[in-house]
């Protein structure tokens, strides 16, 4: 009986359609207000909390401004390769050793996967696809690259390219030892050293005559 008396108390033209309808209009009324006023929002804000970043944000990579998506832990070599899908950046020990994600910051070569995407706004990033003139002209780097056929599988050959073009810009002219040293920090899995100083030293030669 108790049944009864509810269900007869309920408004007839109420139907579950109806009060669907009306949970999304207001739905929509809330968020068309909160868009509307959160300029005016803004103003009494809490102060962001400590550690907090922007997600979304500009870098500059190969010339070009680049909107992107960023979490706070993201290193530069993921955001170029899944973000970017700048994939000649390569990811080899992931922890600073191999120099396989090797790429340019203002001219000066870092690994990628040990600098977090937030903290090269505002910098230059070049990487191996940003070599080549628009002509398609290939870095003299590259050319010499390509002439000597200086690496076997080839894995950590753009680590090594971005490695020597900015040892070069520094040190236009430089002895076999000069160029070991410069870049001792890239590691090549096939162990092919001889071949690939061979063709750095090439160019150096390509760059001097460029």
């Given amino acids: 009986m108790a049944d009864i008396e509810i269900t007869e108390a309920i408004d007839p033209g109420v139907s579950r359609r109806n009060f669907i309808k009306g949970v999304i209009a207001a739905g929509a009324a809330v968020g068309s207000a909160n868009y509307m006023f959160r300029g005016v929002g803004a103003l009494f804000a809490q102060?962001?909390?400590?550690?907090?970043?922007?997600?979304?944000?500009?870098?500059?990579?190969n010339g070009q401004q680049r909107r992107v998506d960023v979490?706070?832990?993201e290193t530069l070599a993921m955001t170029l390769r899944y973000k970017l899908g700048l994939t000649?950046?390569?990811?080899?020990?992931?922890?600073?050793?191999?120099?396989?994600?090797t790429v340019l910051l203002d001219g000066v070569p870092h690994y990628s996967c040990s600098i977090l995407t937030q903290s090269v706004r505002g910098r230059e990033v070049k990487t191996i696809e940003g070599l080549a003139a628009e002509d398609g002209t290939l870095h003299p780097v590259q050319q010499a690259v390509v002439d000597e056929q200086g690496f076997q599988c080839a894995f950590c050959m753009s680590g090594f390219v971005m490695s020597t073009v900015g040892f070069l810009e520094g040190n236009p002219n430089p002895t076999r030892a000069e160029l070991a040293h410069g870049l001792s920090g890239n590691l090549c899995r096939c162990a092919d050293y001889d071949k690939i100083l061979t063709t750095m030293e090439r160019a150096a030669e390509n760059m001097r005559q460029a």
């Fill in 47 to 61: 102060p962001t909390s400590p550690g907090a970043v922007e997600r979304l944000i500009t870098l500059t990579v």
């Fill in 71 to 73: 979490m706070k832990q």
């Fill in 88 to 101: 000649g950046t390569k990811l080899g020990c992931d922890r600073s050793e191999c120099g396989a994600c």
